[in-house]
C-alpha cells in the first residue's frame, strides 16, 4: 500500500508546490491569520473531511475517520509567518511587505494538505481515525498550541506527530530523538524605576541606568553559579534601553530576555534566582521595578516509544546513514504543549540544497528549502498513519 500512496503523494506533488508558493506570497502574522485558514479549511472540505474553524481562535482541525479500527492519530502543521522583509529573488518572493514565510510554516501547511488529500482517497484503508491539526501563531506568545488544546483540539486524540523542515540540515535527512529534543522558553521583562536629575549632580539621583547595568552582569551569575553544570541552560538579556542625552540620568530603564532551558528542574532555578537577583539589586540601589517572568513553551519531550517507531520509519525510508538521533535544537517549539497532554514525537526533515542556495538558517531574509522535502515530511506521515 505504501508505495501506491507514495506514488499518489508525488503525483501531486506539483499541487502542494503551487500552494506552498501562494501561502509564501501572502504570509500573515501569528494571530493576524485570516486568508491562510480559509485556503486551508477550503481545501480540507473540499476533500470530504469534516473540517472545524475558528479553533482556539483561528485554527483549523480537519478529522478523516478511516474504515479500520485503529488509534485516532493527530498530524500538526503551523501556518504563520514572520515580521522579516524577504530577500529572495524568486517569482515567489512574498508580496506583502516586511512580512515573509522565514520557517518553513508554508511546507509544513501545504504538505499536510497533501496528506490529507492522499488518505481521503484510500479512507476505507486508514487504521483508526486522522486529525489534521493546523494551527495559527506559534510565533508569538502565547502561541496557537495552547488555545487549540484549551479549545479541545487533542480530545479523543491518543498521539501526536509534528515535523519541521530544516535549511540547516541536508535534504534528504531525517533527525528524531527520545527525550528532551529542544529547549523551553520563558521570557522575563523589568522596568526599573530610579529618580532621574542632571548628570553633573548624581548624588542627587537614583540611577536607573547603572541599577540596570549592575542587574544586567548579576543575572549572568545565575547559569555559571546557581545551575548544575550537567544541565545547559542560558539566560540572554536581548534589550536594555534607558536615556537618551548625554547630560541626564533617565528615570527608568527597561530590560527585557530570554530564558533556555530543557529540564524542568534548572527552569524553577532560574526563575526563581532571577526574582531574588531582580528584587535585591534593585533595593540594594533604592530603586522600584515592576518584574514580569513569562513562562512560555516548555521543552519538546518525544516519547520514547513514539520515537523509536518514528526512527524506524525513518530509517527504512531514507537509510540508517540518514538518520540522525543527536544533538536536540536549543530553539522552542509549542508544539511542546501537546505533549504536555498526550504522547508525541516532533522530528525535523532536511531541506537544505547549496544547488538551490537553500542554506540560510531559519528566520533570515534569505530561508528557502528543497521544496522536495514535502515529499519526504509527507512520506514520514503517510508511514505513521498507515502503520
Known sequence: MLENVFARLQDIYPELVEFRRELHMYPELSHQEVKTPEKIASYLTDLGIEVLTGVGGRGVVGT??????????????????????????????????????????????????????????????????????????????????????????????????????????????????????????????????????????????????????????????????????????????????????????????SIKGTVRTFDEGARTIIEESMERIVKSTCEAAGAEVEYDYVKDCPSIWNDPLEAKHVQDKAAALFGEENLNRLDPMTGSEDFSFYQKEIPGVYFTVGGGNPELNATFPHHHPRFNVDERAMLNIGKMFLSIVLD
Open 64 to 253: 478523516l475517520k478511516g474504515g479500520k479500527p485503529g488509534r485516532t492519530i493527530a498530524l500538526r502543521a503551523d501556518f504563520d509567518a514572520l515580521p522579516i522583509q524577504e530577500e529572495n529573488v524568486v517569482d515567489y518572493k512574498s508580496r506583502v511587505p516586511g512580512v515573509m514565510h522565514a520557517c518553513g510554516h508554508d511546507v509544513h501547511t501545504a504538505t499536510l494538505l497533501g496528506v490529507a488529500k492522499v488518505l481521503s482517497e484510500i479512507k476505507d484503508e486508514i487504521p483508526g481515525t486522522v486529525v489534521f491539526v493546523h494551527q495559527f501563531g506559534e510565533e508569538a506568545t502565547p502561541g496557537g498550541a495552547k488555545l487549540m488544546i484549551e479549545d479541545g483540539c487533542l480530545d479523543d486524540v491518543d498521539v501526536i506527530y509534528g515535523a519541521h523542515v530544516m535549511a540547516t540540515e541536508e535534504f534528504g535527512t531525517v533527525k528524531v530523538k527520545e527525550g528532551y529534543n529542544s529547549s523551553a522558553q520563558d521570557d522575563f521583562f523589568i522596568k526599573i524605576h530610579g529618580k532621574g536629575g542632571h548628570g553633573s549632580e548624581p548624588s542627587d539621583t537614583i540611577d536607573p541606568l547603572v541599577t540596570g547595568s549592575q542587574l544586567v552582569v548579576n543575572l549572568q551569575q545565575i547559569i555559571s553559579r546557581r545551575v548544575s553544570p550537567q544541565s545547559a541552560a542560558a539566560v540572554t538579556v536581548g534589550s536594555f534601553v534607558s536615556g537618551d542625552a548625554t547630560n541626564v540620568i533617565p528615570d527608568y530603564s
